[in-house]
C-alpha cells in the first residue's frame, strides 16, 4: 500500500497540535508472529503506525517529539539482512525508510 507524503505530513502535524510541545509518543508496529515451526501470519502493522507513518514493515518503532531540537518524527527500523530477505522477502532498511 502506498500512501502520499503530503497526507502523511498532514497527518503528522495534526498530532503534533494535540500533542504540544514537550510532549513524546512512541508506536510500535509490531512482529511476526509463527503460525506454525517455519512459517509466519502474514504481518499487518498497526494501525496507528500506518496512518502516521506510511511504513509497512515488521519491527518498526515511530517516535513523536514535537519541538525536539532533532525534528519531531523519527523512525526506528530493522536493518537490511540479505541472507534473511531470502526467505522473509526484502525490508526497507534505513535508507529505504527515509
Not at 508506536?27 to 509466519?40: F, M, V, W, Y
Request: glycine share 10%.
Amino acid at each position: 500500500m502506498r500512501f502520499d507524503a503530503k497526507t502523511l505530513a498532514d497527518r503528522r502535524a495534526r498530532l503534533y497540535a494535540q500533542l504540544g510541545e514537550g510532549a513524546v509518543l512512541i508506536l510500535r508496529s509490531g512482529g511476526l508472529r509463527a503460525r506454525n515451526h517455519d512459517c509466519d501470519h502474514r504481518f499487518r502493522a498497526h494501525s496507528d503506525v500506518l496512518y502516521l507513518t506510511g511504513f509497512e514493515e515488521p519491527e518498526a518503532t515511530a517516535v513523536f517529539a514535537p519541538g525536539h531540537p532533532d525534528g519531531p518524527f523519527t523512525l526506528f527500523v530493522q536493518p537490511r539482512n540479505p541472507k534473511k530477505e531470502q526467505w522473509d522477502g526484502r525490508r526497507a532498511g534505513a535508507q529505504g525508510a527515509v
